[in-house]
């Protein structure tokens, strides 16, 4: 048990604030539309048939929701969520006692699966498809054991991974709804951001709203933790008013530039630039060079910059666009 608690907890803890501004359900949930609507479907359908829904895989780029979802399926299902990380479950052992404690109709959620061990992933195969899991009783160090298979009680898994093609096939053929998390638009940021002011009870100016859905690279979590920063010099500076000199000041504060594009952002791209005279570059030089890991700038920051047309990934590696040349106030010369 101490085990499982240890797992259990391995998410990101998160604060009482980031929690409250999470919305509960569907209807709360702004943004992801397409998504939204087969979801409701998918529920109701599962609802009226009293059948457990379907294997979930949500796949992109960080904070656009994808634990959020998870949290709002439960919540309309009225089931129980699970929530571990890939990384964190490293024996089949540990991925049998989690499923061991599943409700009928639980979500289990994993987060990073494709950071599965291979030898954990087979347990999901039998547990996803016939809700039976193999396991190995007797022996000693894995060794002259035999395997059993018992029964795990009907749950819906819902796996969240930045790169869906680091799944391998097998996995992935098991879950039966299958969405993309696509970047939101300012129009849908903005109210967001005005949700998440309202539960945080902080004033805030229409144009300062638009001015933070603007620099919050499509990303909730990003437009969330920068109102909240913002708030903080707000409260200081301005009676607790965020008006858009005040977000124009901390944002210049928090490096933030005007088109929301970070410290990191700015390196990988002057990286390019500087070192590689505008690409093709690959990505393990342009990542030694600028001193970040190449999963991050894959997973997190690429993504971003070639969604704003500032980067194209090409086969001969990463090129910087006139765009970005120009952003950066760079000649542009090719
Ligand atoms: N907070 C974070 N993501 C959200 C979303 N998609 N809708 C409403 N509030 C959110």
Redesign the pocket.
Known sequence: MEDFDRLMTSQVLQTDEEES???QSLE?????DSLKENLKIYIQAAQQRNDVLDHVLLYGPPG??KT??SYILAHEMHTNIKIVTGPSISKPGDLCSILTTLEAGDILFIDEIHRLPKIVEEVLYSAMEDFEMDVMVGGENGQGGRSVRLPVCPFTLVGATTRAGDLSAPLRDRFGIISKLEY?NEQ?LS??IL??ARVLNVKIEEDAVIEVARRSRGT??I??RLLRRIRDFAQVLNNGVISKMIVDEALAKLHVDNLGLDEVDIRYLKGIIERFHGGPVGLEALANSISEETTTLEDVYEPYLIQIGFVNRTSRGRVATEKAYAHLGYAFEK
């Open positions: 501004i999470r919305p709360e949930y702004i943004g992801q656009l929701g959020t979802l939101y849908q109210r967001i949700r998440s909730p979590r437009a969330n």
